[in-house]
């Protein structure tokens, strides 16, 4: 089996209780109380995961990220409600996902799991997803629902390729204009809604409660895990 | 180039003031009768067809029916009629028309004299007034009315109009000219098309001969050309796409007390047109400016002023000689074109050539010098004018000193010999002269002459002359009481302005010390109204803003009376930033003048100068002192309120970094034991009795969360902290994440959407909106019972898109609709629900910050029903091309 779940926070009751949590689940832990500590512990083995707070007391912990990037380890940031400037910041710079506090020990358990069903799935990319009546074969550009093709835009293929190739990641609002609109359209949010709005008119059971799409509010769109805990539409 | 393309500062200093304030568009003609009016009233009815709001101020129509069928569908503002001496006289009223606050007004007769008594004694002052106040204003006026231009009309038609407007008011001015051939104006005028009033008929008809039209024509076109091309430049300086005066020229005209100066400047203000140039006025204030009689001053005064109204700059040097102060003053500023008069008297041989004049031509290299020739009208001569000055103190010193030197040579005689007493003689002489001046000597010397010859030349006891040698005695004695007299007197005048410049200045720089060493409004001010009041001799003042207007903050011994007439002057100067009393041009009934101290943040006081007997009080020679002492009062008054305003600013600078150290702290410090509480309870598994109390903890734990999260909303939306992030947002998304956050509090319920797919996207800060919805949501399924379904309800609304939540609760009671969403304003039924009582407030916060509304209706049939309204102006309509 792989390493153990590095955790980084300074809040000594915080890291107790997901130690509990985790180890419960059968994952083994490892923690560090600041930059300094979570740094040291990047050595063997390697964590497979890191639920990393970004108030530390050392450095801010934005700055780590790029350092667990490097080697590869897939990284969970805890962060505050309001702040969708940081999360926002955290995914631009290479951070899987993010849990909000207070959190839920379930919900954090399943972002954990999707995220490492990710990163095994990264060198054999998933090329092919079933969500619910809804088949997207990404390498054969074809998309059915029920068994009955429907006709995408060639900017509503990019972004649902976009979207499925990552499924249960939060993708940006500027990392989807980017991959679809390219660098010059990055401020036309616009842009982004319409066509998802467009893609849940095709795709979903009912456009009005999204399941396939989900919104990030301030963030960005995650495109529904099939293998995650929130249950598959009906 | 690239430095060439860098807007003029100063012109867009210039923009910058213009902007707010209305423009204005005169319709210029050559003459009465070419049609300015019927003209200015067809584009104001143009105007109002397009929906603009136009009123007309004052036309005449003088009974013409094409012109008065023009004025009937604009609305007319009433004249305001003045009694004047038994008559009833009608001007236009500025007051309605201000308050009216019409988006262009239309003002005939820009040149215009108003009837005694009013606020401004000329219309165009009226006219910068309303365009002060923003409204744009449209006027009339002929060629010959233009100041610069006076002089030329008059000397061609022989008709001297006496109503003139400032070039600067054209200068800012859109020009349309009013053009029609002079053989069809003169036809009109037999017609009877012109209006011509009877009284001026005869010397109108030489006005309108056919030469006079033509002269007058080409003086229009020219002109309006000229004001056309200056806009141009303008706007290129503004722009940075030229540089406004290439040549880099720069005219200086000096100005004297002498009479007829005016068409010197009106000289030099063409040639600055001409050249596109600033105009530079200097007046040399020599010595002999303190004999000046009082027609003397106020042609000085009068010369000065029209030098400013044509735009110049006014400098005023003191010196003793005034070509050296010219010649300087030249290098000074850089001048390239020098503008000098020289009157063209009546007189003898010597005064052919002006020394002055001859002297500067002599000595200047590289400044093209123009000499105005202009007649000086003579005035009557005052015999005293001739009459050498001095004192009779002098008069009684030279001739005392010569009788006692007379006596004591007379007993001397029989021990000294005659020869050195007429050498003793120049003794007296030089003593008066020198202390006296040139009259003593003069009187000291005849008397001496005399008394040398009466009593020591023979033949003794008589006043004849004798011998050569006597004779040159007695020149001589003259000549030397003549030079020394001069000499002193001169090295006299030097010294008495010397040691006048150097109080000045020593005045200057002790109130710029003793300004920078005070610390308050009241001291500044009490210390401005000494010092003013020592150094310009006149009654003083200061005035500050109050809640009625102005209040005197600095006086004297007692605290002066301001009737309204004055009261009003200064709250106009208060407002306007411009000077108004007597001696200005705005409510000159005003026994006080009134100048505002103005600072880079606007006028923050007011000084009143009140002189003796209804007298300017400040006269012309103390201008130049009085403005310095008045810049240096509002430097203090501009450092005191930047100060103040730091003081204000570091307050608020503080309270923010506490608030904001409060907010982190009960963020982090409460938020992080509340979450592990929370996780560790929801991770807790338990069973029988057990499980019920760990239910408590758990939803406890999510209650005190949640009223940790309103408090903390709630805070930074009363402390004005919420800065919405609006981006492109689409309802979908925020309705379907609000009740997948709501997904646990809301298990069971059914919870019905209806989102109309056609809604537009709006501008929204996807987080706060998110917020307000889920306290909405969360509200409704507090305060309805558990079976009840909760409705959300997306769609477009008559003024913009909407999203009701309905529940079937309770409902809010009737009349409280706006009361619940104040804080800790909870149903009826809170006790057994549980809110923290601040959900609504929020959501009215949020809303508010995003500039939506939100509101709450009893539902018929029971319930209640919360909208949010978005307004129109937030909806952001794509173009799918873009897209694809």
Redesign the interface.
């Given at each position: 089996m792989t390493g153990p779940v590095l955790i980084v926070d300074d809040?000594m009751?915080?890291r107790?209780?997901l130690r509990?949590?985790l180890e419960?689940s059968g994952y083994a832990t490892v923690e560090a109380e600041c930059a300094k500590a979570a740094l040291a512990a990047l050595r063997t083995p390697l964590p497979q995961l890191v639920l990393l707070d970004l108030?530390l007391p050392d450095r801010d912990g934005l700055e780590l990220i790029g350092a667990f990037r490097e080697q590869g380890v897939p990284i969970i940031v805890l962060t505050?409600?309001?702040a969708?400037v940081e999360k926002v910041a955290a995914l631009d710079l290479g951070a899987d996902d993010y849990v909000t506090?207070?959190?839920?020990?379930?919900e954090?358990l399943a972002r954990i799991r999707s995220c490492l069903r990710r990163t095994d799935q990264t060198m054999g990319r998933l090329r092919k997803l079933t969500v619910g009546p809804v088949q997207v074969d990404l390498d054969a550009h074809a998309v059915s629902k029920a068994g009955i093709e429907v006709k995408l835009?060639?900017?509503e293929f990019t972004l649902l390729a976009a979207l499925a190739s990552h499924p249960g990641k939060v993708l940006t609002h500027t990392h989807l204009l980017r991959e679809v609109?390219g660098q010059a359209h990055t401020d036309?949010?616009?842009?982004l809604?319409?066509?998802?709005?467009s893609l849940?008119?095709k795709l979903e059971q009912d456009?009005?409660?999204?399941v396939l799409i989900?919104?990030?509010?301030?963030v960005g769109y995650r495109f529904h895990d099939p293998g995650g805990a929130v249950p598959a539409p009906t | 180039m690239t430095d060439d393309a860098r807007p003029s500062p100063d012109a867009l200093l210039r923009e910058a003031q213009r902007e707010g304030r209305g423009t204005l568009k005169i319709f210029l003609g050559a003459a009465p009768g070419v049609g300015k009016t019927y003209e200015m009233l067809l584009e104001g009815a143009e105007k109002i067809e397009a929906g603009a709001d136009v009123v007309i101020g004052l036309v005449e129509t003088h009974g013409r029916d094409e012109t008065e069928a023009l004025v009937a569908p604009l609305p007319v503002i009433p004249r305001r009629k003045i009694d004047y001496k038994g008559q009833t006289l009608t001007e236009m009223d500025l007051d309605a028309v201000l308050e009216r606050r019409p988006k262009i007004v239309l003002v005939d007769e820009l040149a215009h004299t108003n009837a005694p008594g009013s606020r401004h004694p000329k219309r165009w002052q009226d006219i910068e007034e309303l365009r002060a106040a923003g409204i744009d204003v449209m006027t009339t006026v002929n060629i010959q009315h233009v100041e610069s231009l006076n002089d030329v009309v008059g000397s061609f038609t022989h008709v001297r109009v006496r109503e003139t407007v400032p070039d600067k008011v054209f200068e800012e001015a859109e020009i349309e000219l009013i053009d029609l051939p002079p053989e069809d104006l003169i036809s009109r005028l037999g017609d009877g098309k012109v209006y011509v009033p009877d009284q001026a008929r005869h010397a109108l008809d030489h006005f309108f001969s056919k030469g006079n039209l033509l002269a007058l024509r080409e003086l229009a076109l020219r002109h309006a050309a000229q004001y056309v091309e200056a806009r141009i430049q303008e706007h290129k300086s503004v722009t940075g796409k030229d540089i406004g005066y290439a040549g880099g020229q720069r005219i200086l005209v000096a100005i004297s007390q002498e009479a007829g100066g005016e068409q010197v400047i009106r000289a030099a203000k063409r040639l600055a047109d001409a050249l596109k140039a600033p105009l530079i006025a200097l007046y040399v204030e020599t010595p002999s400016a303190e004999r000046f009689g009082d027609a003397e001053k106020t042609q000085l005064a009068g010369n000065l002023s029209l030098a400013a109204s044509l735009g110049a700059t006014l400098q005023s040097v003191p010196a003793t000689s005034v070509q050296d102060a010219i010649l300087a003053h030249c290098r000074d500023v850089s001048a390239t074109q020098l503008v000098l008069g020289k009157s063209r008297r009546q007189g003898g041989w010597w005064r052919r050539r002006d020394p002055i004049v001859q002297d500067i031509l002599d000595r200047t290299t590289g400044v093209a010098i123009h000499v105005i020739p202009f007649d000086e009208q003579v005035r009557g001569r005052d015999w005293r004018n001739f009459v050498p000055r001095g004192s009779w103190t002098g008069d009684a010193v030279a001739i005392g000193s010569v009788a006692a030197l007379t006596l004591a040579a007379f007993l001397a005689q029989g021990w000294i010999s005659r020869g050195p007493i007429d050498l003793l003689y120049l003794l007296p002489v030089i003593v008066s002269a020198s202390l006296y001046g040139f009259r003593a000597g003069l009187i000291a010397a005849i008397a001496a002459g005399i008394a040398y010859n009466f009593f020591f030349l023979p033949p003794f006891y008589t006043v004849i002359i004798y011998g050569p040698a006597n004779i040159i005695t007695a020149v001589l004695l003259v000549v030397v009481a003549i030079i020394t007299g001069q000499l002193a007197a001169r090295a006299r005048a030097a010294a008495a302005l010397a040691m006048r410049s150097a109080r000045e200045n020593a005045g200057l720089a002790r109130f710029a010390t003793r300004l920078g060493a005070a610390s308050n409004t009241q001291e500044t001010a009490q210390l401005i109204r000494d010092e003013l009041r020592s150094l310009l001799a006149v009654q003083t003042i200061v005035l500050h803003p109050s809640a009625d207007g102005v209040t005197i903050s600095a006086f004297g011994q007692t605290k002066p009376q301001l009737s309204p007439v004055d009261r009003a002057a200064a709250e106009w100067v208060m407002d306007h930033g411009e000077e108004a009393g007597i001696g200005t041009n705005t409510l000159t009934a005003s026994a006080w003048q009134f100048r505002p101290l103005k600072t880079s943040l606007g006028t923050l006081a007011v000084l009143g100068f009140r002189g003796p007997h209804g007298r300017d009080p400040i006269p012309t020679e103390r201008a130049a002192l009085a403005e310095s002492l008045i810049d240096q009062a509002a430097l203090a008054h501009e450092r005191l309120k930047l100060e103040a305003d730091m003081r204000d600013m570091e307050v608020v600078r503080q309270r923010d970094n506490l608030r904001a150290a409060l907010l982190a702290s009960l963020s982090h410090d409460l938020r992080t034991p509340l979450t592990a509480v929370t996780a560790a309870a929801e991770a807790l598994s338990a069973t029988g009795d057990e499980a019920e109390l760990v239910e408590t903890v758990r939803s406890e734990a999510r209650r005190l969360n949640r009223f940790l999260s309103d408090l903390l909303d709630l805070t930074r939306i009363e402390e004005g902290a919420v800065t919405p992030d609006l981006v492109p947002t689409d309802l979908t998304d925020v309705i379907a994440s609000a009740l997948g956050d709501l997904s646990k509090s809301l298990t069971g319920r059914k919870v019905l959407t209806s989102i109309d797919p056609n809604l537009p996207l709006v501008r929204a800060d996807a987080v706060l909106l998110n917020h307000a919805l889920l306290n909405l949501v969360d509200n409704a399924a507090k305060y309805s019972p558990q079976d009840a379904p909760i409705e959300i309800i997306a769609r477009m609304g008559r003024r913009g898109p909407v999203i009701d939540v309905l529940d079937s609760g309770p409902g809010i009671p009737q009349g409280s609709e706006q009361r619940i969403f104040d804080r800790f304003a909870r149903g009826e039924t809170s006790d057994r629900t549980g809110g923290s009582g601040l959900g609504l407030a929020i959501v009215k916060g949020f809303a508010a910050a995003m500039g939506f509304t939100v509101e709450a209706a009893r539902r018929q049939g029971g319930g209640s029903r919360f909208t949010i309204r978005i307004p129109s102006t937030a909806i952001i309509q794509v173009s799918l091309e873009d897209i694809a």
């Open positions: 809040e009751p915080i107790r209780l509990v949590a419960r108030g505050a409600r309001d969708s506090k207070p959190f839920d020990s379930e954090l835009t060639p900017k609109w036309h949010v616009e842009y809604r319409v066509t998802v709005r849940r008119k456009p009005s409660s999204p989900q919104n990030e509010p301030g | -």
